[in-house]
């Protein structure tokens, strides 16, 4: 499951750390571990800042849930996901990153030193906070995903993908994710379905050729999923086709596995009150910059990007966090 710093839906009190005794002092605090977080960390640390990064739910982030990074340059024959976090976390460590396992809980940014709590035990207060906490994988909101979860419902085809060699499987989605998700599991199911809800694919001309080419994906324009049913586990999907139109019509596929890929949510909700950000979430940062608009929090990564959500851009406003918050501990001094 794609759950990198998932930090939604919890119930702590943003004060909770007044009862917590487990305190500690940092220079620097950076949360989040992908791309971005680890490049911070590498700048950080060689700028002898003594950072201390505390990894989330799905240490390296979201990169270790994809297969092949075709796109990050200086790789001309490509890496997975997981090997590109291991080997930036290398180079992280390497300079002295304190790098922990534990998720951000709850943040009190009202005042300096920030006060982060994690896993609900321990309060860190740290001088300069970089938040890389990234994005999670969204669902549809139907009922069935919740009493499907781990039963044949899941959102990244990497983890639990194998678990479908052999059977028929859908995904939904028409971004990039969705198409290498279904091209991932084309290589193991029998039949991929790639549900679209509008008769064009927003993802890449490359990968709209590679999912053409497939000879195991069946494109189901114009589809959208209105429930699963199954008895203890997924069996099927029911979708409706040009849904809303005097056309619409029901549409019963039998699959074991239901895949969703329709985007991302940022992990920002611990800041609320706090820090600004877009209507769905997205930290504001100062542009061309990596400044929020509380002075000593930085952003990088997709936790504030809605645009680009790419490695190598949230690998570079990790770098941009890095030196925001290097300049202003020395303007603190
Ligand atoms: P996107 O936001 O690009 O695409 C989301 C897709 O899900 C769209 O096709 C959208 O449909 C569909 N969708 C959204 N909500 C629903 C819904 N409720 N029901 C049905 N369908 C829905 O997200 P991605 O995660 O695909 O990509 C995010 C970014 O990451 C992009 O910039 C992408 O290019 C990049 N990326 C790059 C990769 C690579 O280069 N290897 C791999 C993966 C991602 P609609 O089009 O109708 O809005």
């Given at each position: 499951m794609a759950l990198f710093g998932k930090m939604e839906n919890l119930d702590a009190p943003k004060d909770d750390n007044k009862e917590i005794k487990d305190v500690e002092k940092v220079k620097v605090l950076i949360i989040g571990s992908g791309p971005?977080?680890?490049?911070?960390?590498?700048?950080?640390?060689?700028?002898?800042?003594?950072?201390?990064?505390?990894?989330?739910?799905?240490?390296?982030?979201?990169?270790?849930?994809?297969?092949?990074?075709?796109?990050?340059?200086?790789?001309?024959?490509?890496?997975?996901?997981?090997?590109?976090?291991?080997?930036l976390k290398g180079q992280a460590t390497r300079f002295g990153t304190d790098v922990r396992f534990g998720l951000a809980t709850a943040a009190d940014l009202s005042q300096r030193p920030f006060k982060v709590t994690i896993d609900s035990n321990k309060v860190i207060e740290t001088e300069a906070l970089i938040i890389a906490t990234g994005a999670t994988a969204k669902y549809l909101g139907l009922p069935d995903e919740s009493k499907y979860a781990g039963s044949g419902v899941s959102a990244c085809a990497t983890c639990d993908g194998f678990f479908y060699r052999g059977k028929d499987v859908a995904v939904v989605g028409g971004g990039d994710t969705a198409c290498e998700e279904?091209?991932?599991?084309?290589?193991?199911?029998?039949?991929?379905?790639?549900?679209?809800?509008?008769?064009?694919?927003?993802?890449?001309?490359?990968?709209?050729?590679?999912?053409?080419?497939?000879?195991?994906?069946?494109?189901?324009?114009?589809?959208?999923?209105?429930?699963?049913?199954?008895?203890?586990?997924?069996?099927?999907?029911?979708?409706?086709k040009n849904l809303g139109t005097p056309e619409e019509e029901e549409v019963r596929i039998a699959i074991d596995g239901f895949f969703l890929a329709i985007g991302h949510?940022?992990?920002?909700?611990?800041?609320?009150?706090?820090?600004?950000?877009?209507?769905?979430?997205?930290?504001?940062?100062?542009?061309?910059?990596?400044?929020?608009?509380?002075?000593?929090?930085?952003?990088?990564?997709?936790?504030?990007?809605?645009?680009?959500?790419?490695?190598?851009?949230?690998?570079?406003?990790?770098?941009?966090?890095?030196?925001?918050?290097?300049?202003?501990?020395?303007?603190?001094?």
């Open positions: 971005a977080g680890y490049t911070a960390a590498i700048y950080a640390a060689r700028a002898n800042l003594s950072p201390v990064m505390y990894e989330g739910l799905q240490p390296g982030g979201q990169l270790t849930t994809t297969t092949e990074v075709e796109n990050f340059p200086g790789y001309p024959s490509g890496i997975t996901g997981p090997e590109m976090m291991e080997d279904a091209l991932y599991l084309a290589g193991l199911a029998k039949k991929v379905y790639l549900i679209v809800r509008r008769d064009v694919l927003r993802a890449s001309k490359v990968m709209q050729e590679r999912v053409r080419k497939a000879e195991n994906i069946e494109v189901l324009w114009k589809h959208q999923t209105k429930g699963l049913f199954g008895d203890g586990v997924v069996e099927g999907a029911t979708l409706a949510k940022p992990n920002s909700d611990i800041f609320n009150g706090f820090l600004d950000t877009d209507n769905v979430g997205y930290i504001k940062t100062v542009p061309g910059s990596s400044k929020t608009n509380i002075s000593g929090v930085f952003a990088c990564g997709d936790v504030q990007d809605p645009i680009y959500r790419q490695a190598v851009t949230a690998a570079g406003s990790g770098c941009m966090a890095a030196i925001d918050t290097e300049r202003f501990l020395a303007e603190q001094e």
